[in-house]
């Protein structure tokens, strides 16, 4: 039996997507790219991988369908011929053979190794989506003990301005980095000479240097610019470390460029960019000899973004850093250089800031928690540093042995309030003493609820100015989402379960089951009587309204995530993070707004109030914060010019503040630490 391309698509994306339900409408956006076909289609493509897989329509096991929700493939594991691993994806594949089902179809352990058996030739499915040799979590259970000790570094520089990125050249003679000495005119490129410390200014450019990667003869430094202002200005710049001559434009016009690193033979980069606003993050390649641009490998899965690539010292292979806006899930995912074809997947416990190789086999990660060393052949993480991790900011490995390191001298927040009503109006708040972490409004003027963190202890107390009092004080971690209209409590994920906090009993209340996985865009509704949260189940959205004076959840939805009052209608987030428009909670009778603001990552938020939508998006250069005038046109920001902000903001009960977390300019020092030798035990 021969599968057609498009069945071969319709197989590969439910693949991708095998968490969760796909509608018919997604199936077209992604498979048939635009092509007007007609639903009949897609339910022929599917009756034809059931047949092809032996799956009884009556009664389906392997693709399952839910009226209204779509289709989803429930097998965890593919068995494929080892003759068939590396092959090139076929415009027709032959195939007799079934996809086979893990037991229940959930993979029994962390750790597990996928076999490889006869039987099956879906190659692009394997190679894409489930043919991993090695599939581990990212795990305290799996660390092993090994402390880096940062009192023994070396201090390289400590010149003024806040650094974000750094790179040594391949020879170990030169260190390349960037530094903001002015926060209104962007980060510049500087280049060190390692021998006499003397330090040179490469750049001179408009808006922020992001990062930088030394070619391979290190003759060259290539660097990313995007504008401070949001515009549609990435460029790829290089420039010659013998700094003769001015700098080279290669690429102009993207939206937005990230984090690079060098393609195999020096022959160009890798790097990560939005090409134009509301496009996917993706990665590239850029070939220094022809100058062409082209995709860094297919991927057709709009909801997942690469976000950094690291070339091994063999040149044989990639760490690609992957984050999924469905599910908020991180992955470490190692590829073959060559075919693209995925060797190992990590999932991460955390999001990841930087990530280089010691060898060929270990890499070094950071995230916000600790430095880990991963063997990937393995899967053993060696725990090297834990205390002060937001003190490291950007770190790269030269030949496995020294570790170059950005060391933040302060982590300076600061709380800016502006005006919604008057263009250019605003003012910092006032914070009690110590490192407050979140700052909401607490139902009155100059009341606010206020979170500190000291090393791995929040503390939760309400604020006004004159007074303060604590409420909470634990070690496990606290994400402030909401105040209640009146001030009377607060909303929070407290260890990641959906908790309240009420100031006139000081107690805390558990909302959500322990097993539950709740969303970031909980919130009050029904003016504070009930609190709507959405809950993610095996990758299905299931909203629930839980009702403060019932003290139990009295309604639930799914395939919907968060939801907002407007007016006397409601605002729905779908699973797949579409704006609807509808009259009720339950209604079937659903708009989708003419604005679709992405609000799929995990520090981003919304809020509705009156009939204004407000909102904060992530690009690569940071957070900004959006309002749209439902049923209007256009759209307005507040973040300005050289603000650095976080995306979770609070908007005050009248509608007329906004609170945004600043991050203010800090100096950072440059620091090169001996890596030590890790001890398995």
Same mark, same amino acid.
């Given at each position: 039996?021969?599968?057609?391309?498009?069945?071969?698509?319709?197989?590969?994306?439910?693949?991708?997507?095998?968490?969760?339900?796909?509608?018919?409408?997604?199936?077209?956006?992604?498979?048939?790219?635009?092509?007007?076909?007609?639903?009949?289609?897609?339910?022929?493509?599917?009756?034809?991988?059931?047949?092809?897989?032996?799956?009884?329509?009556?009664?389906?096991?392997?693709?399952?369908?839910?009226?209204?929700?779509?289709?989803?493939?429930?097998?965890?594991?593919?068995?494929?011929?080892?003759?068939?691993?590396?092959?090139?994806?076929?415009?027709?594949?032959?195939?007799?053979?079934?996809?086979?089902?893990?037991?229940?179809?959930?993979?029994?352990?962390?750790?597990?190794?996928?076999?490889?058996?006869?039987?099956?030739?879906?190659?692009?499915?394997?190679?894409?989506?489930?043919?991993?040799?090695?599939?581990?979590?990212?795990?305290?259970?799996?660390?092993?003990?090994?402390?880096?000790?940062?009192?023994?570094?070396?201090?390289?520089?400590?010149?003024?301005?806040?650094?974000?990125?750094?790179?040594?050249?391949?020879?170990?003679?030169?260190?390349?980095?960037?530094?903001?000495?002015?926060?209104?005119?962007?980060?510049?490129?500087?280049?060190?000479?390692?021998?006499?410390?003397?330090?040179?200014?490469?750049?001179?450019?408009?808006?922020? *240097?992001? /990062?930088?990667?030394?070619?391979?003869? @290190?003759?060259?430094?290539? #660097?990313? $610019?995007?504008?401070?202002? !949001? %515009?549609?200005?990435?460029?790829?710049?290089?420039?010659?470390?013998?700094?003769?001559?001015?700098?080279?434009?290669?690429?102009?016009?993207?939206?937005?460029?990230?984090?690079?690193?060098?393609?195999?033979?020096?022959?160009?980069?890798?790097?990560?960019?939005?090409?134009?606003?509301?496009?996917?993050?993706?990665?590239?390649?850029?070939?220094?000899?022809?100058?062409?641009?082209?995709?860094?490998?297919?991927?057709?899965?709009?909801?997942?973004?690469?976000?950094?690539?690291?070339?091994?010292?063999?040149?044989?292979?990639?760490?690609?850093?992957?984050?999924?806006?469905?599910?908020?899930?991180?992955?470490?995912?190692?590829?073959?250089?060559?075919?693209?074809?995925?060797?190992?997947?990590?999932?991460?416990?955390?999001?990841?800031?930087?990530?280089?190789? *010691?060898? /060929?086999?270990?890499?070094?990660?950071? @995230?916000?928690?600790?430095? #880990?060393? $991963?063997?990937?052949?393995? !899967? %053993?993480?060696?725990?090297?540093?834990?205390?002060?991790?937001?003190?490291?900011?950007?770190?790269?490995?030269?030949?496995?042995?020294?570790?170059?390191?950005?060391?933040?001298?302060?982590?300076?927040?600061?709380?800016?309030?502006?005006?919604?009503?008057?263009?250019?109006?605003?003012?910092?708040?006032?914070?009690?003493?110590?490192?407050?972490?979140?700052?909401?409004?607490?139902?009155?003027?100059?009341?606010?609820?206020?979170?500190?963190?000291?090393?791995?202890?929040?503390?939760?107390?309400?604020?006004?100015?004159?007074?303060?009092?604590?409420?909470?004080?634990?070690?496990?971690?606290?994400?402030?989402?909401?105040?209640?209209?009146?001030?009377?409590?607060?909303?929070?994920?407290?260890?990641?379960?959906?908790?309240?906090?009420?100031?006139?009993?000081?107690?805390?209340?558990?909302?959500?089951?322990?097993?539950?996985?709740?969303?970031?865009?909980?919130?009050?509704?029904?003016? !504070?009587?009930?609190?709507?949260?959405?809950?993610?189940?095996?990758?299905?959205?299931?909203?629930?309204?839980?009702?403060?004076?019932?003290?139990?959840?009295?309604?639930?939805?799914?395939?919907?995530?968060?939801?907002?009052?407007?007016?006397?209608?409601?605002?729905?987030?779908?699973?797949?993070?579409?704006?609807?428009?509808?009259?009720?909670?339950?209604?079937?009778?659903?708009?989708?707004?003419?604005?679709?603001?992405?609000?799929?990552?995990?520090?981003?938020?919304?809020?509705?109030?009156?009939?204004?939508?407000?909102?904060?998006?992530?690009?690569?250069?940071?957070?900004?914060?959006?309002?749209?005038?439902?049923?209007?046109?256009?759209?307005?920001?507040?973040?300005?010019?050289?603000?650095?902000?976080?995306?979770?903001?609070?908007?005050?009960?009248?509608?007329?503040?906004?609170?945004?977390?600043?991050?203010?300019?800090?100096?950072?020092?440059?620091?090169?630490?001996?890596?030590?030798?890790?001890?398995?035990?």
């Amino acid at each position: 039996m021969a599968i057609e391309p498009k069945v071969f698509d319709v197989l590969r994306y439910l693949c991708l997507q095998h968490e969760r339900y796909v509608s018919l409408q997604e199936l077209h956006d992604e498979v048939w790219q635009g092509r007007v076909v007609s639903d009949a289609a897609v339910r022929r493509a599917i009756s034809k991988l059931r047949a092809l897989l032996g799956d009884d329509p009556k009664d389906p096991t392997l693709i399952k369908s839910v009226s209204k929700r779509g289709y989803r493939i429930t097998c965890d594991r593919v068995d494929v011929p080892e003759q068939y691993r590396d092959a090139e994806t076929p415009d027709t594949v032959s195939a007799n053979a079934k996809l086979a089902m893990a037991g229940d179809g959930r993979v029994s352990s962390p750790w597990a190794r996928w076999s490889i058996a006869s039987g099956m030739v879906l190659l692009v499915v394997v190679a894409m989506t489930f043919g991993l040799l090695r599939q581990y979590r990212m795990s305290p259970d799996t660390l092993l003990s090994h402390e880096l000790v940062f009192a023994d570094s070396e201090l390289l520089s400590d010149m003024p301005g806040e650094k974000s990125a750094i790179a040594v050249s391949h020879d170990g003679s030169m260190l390349a980095f960037t530094a903001e000495m002015d926060q209104f005119l962007g980060a510049q490129l500087f280049l060190m000479q390692l021998d006499s410390r003397r330090v040179l200014q490469l750049s001179e450019s408009a808006g922020n *240097v992001l /990062d930088l990667a030394f070619s391979a003869d @290190d003759q060259f430094i290539y #660097y990313s $610019v995007n504008a401070t202002n !949001g %515009s549609s200005g990435g460029q790829l710049n290089r420039v010659a470390t013998s700094m003769d001559g001015k700098p080279e434009l290669l690429l102009e016009g993207w939206f937005a460029l990230g984090k690079m690193d060098l393609l195999p033979q020096g022959r160009g980069i890798v790097f990560v960019a939005i090409r134009e606003k509301n496009s996917p993050i993706r990665l590239y390649e850029y070939d220094a000899i022809t100058g062409n641009v082209n995709s860094f490998y297919g991927r057709s899965d709009r909801h997942t973004s690469d976000i950094l690539a690291k070339l091994s010292p063999a040149q044989d292979k990639y760490a690609v850093l992957s984050r999924s806006g469905f599910n908020n899930v991180w992955s470490l995912n190692v590829i073959e250089a060559a075919s693209k074809s995925l060797l190992s997947q990590a999932i991460l416990e955390s999001p990841v800031y930087s990530m280089e190789w *010691v060898s /060929d086999t270990e890499l070094l990660v950071l @995230d916000r928690q600790a430095i #880990y060393r $991963v063997d990937i052949d393995s !899967g %053993s993480i060696n725990h090297l540093f834990k205390k002060a991790f937001h003190w490291v900011t950007d770190f790269y490995v030269e030949r496995g042995e020294d570790l170059y390191y950005l060391r933040q001298q302060g982590n300076d927040f600061s709380f800016f309030e502006v005006s919604t009503l008057e263009a250019n109006t605003g003012r910092f708040v006032d914070t009690p003493e110590g490192e407050v972490w979140q700052v909401l409004y607490g139902g009155t003027n100059n009341a606010y609820w206020c979170l500190r963190l000291s090393g791995s202890t929040y503390e939760l107390s309400a604020y006004d100015y004159d007074t303060e009092q604590v409420y909470l004080k634990v070690n496990r971690k606290i994400e402030l989402l909401s105040g209640s209209p009146e001030g009377e409590s607060v909303l929070m994920l407290l260890g990641g379960r959906l908790a309240l906090l009420s100031k006139s009993s000081s107690q805390v209340v558990y909302l959500s089951d322990s097993h539950e996985l709740v969303g970031h865009h909980a919130n009050f509704i029904n003016d !504070g009587k009930q609190i709507a949260y959405g809950v993610n189940s095996d990758g299905e959205w299931v909203l629930k309204v839980y009702d403060l004076a019932e003290r139990e959840v009295v309604f639930t939805r799914a395939e919907v995530k968060a939801a907002r009052s407007y007016l006397e209608r409601w605002i729905l987030l779908s699973a797949d993070d579409v704006f609807f428009a509808a009259d009720s909670l339950d209604s079937e009778s659903l708009k989708k707004l003419s604005i679709q603001p992405d609000v799929s990552e995990i520090n981003t938020r919304w809020f509705i109030w009156g009939n204004r939508l407000f909102w904060s998006e992530y690009d690569i250069s940071g957070a900004r914060v959006y309002s749209h005038v439902l049923g209007e046109d256009g759209v307005h920001e507040y973040t300005k010019e050289g603000q650095r902000i976080s995306g979770r903001f609070d908007v005050s009960d009248d509608g007329e503040r906004l609170l945004l977390r600043h991050w203010k300019m800090s100096d950072s020092e440059i620091r090169r630490l001996r890596l030590p030798e890790v001890t398995r035990e």
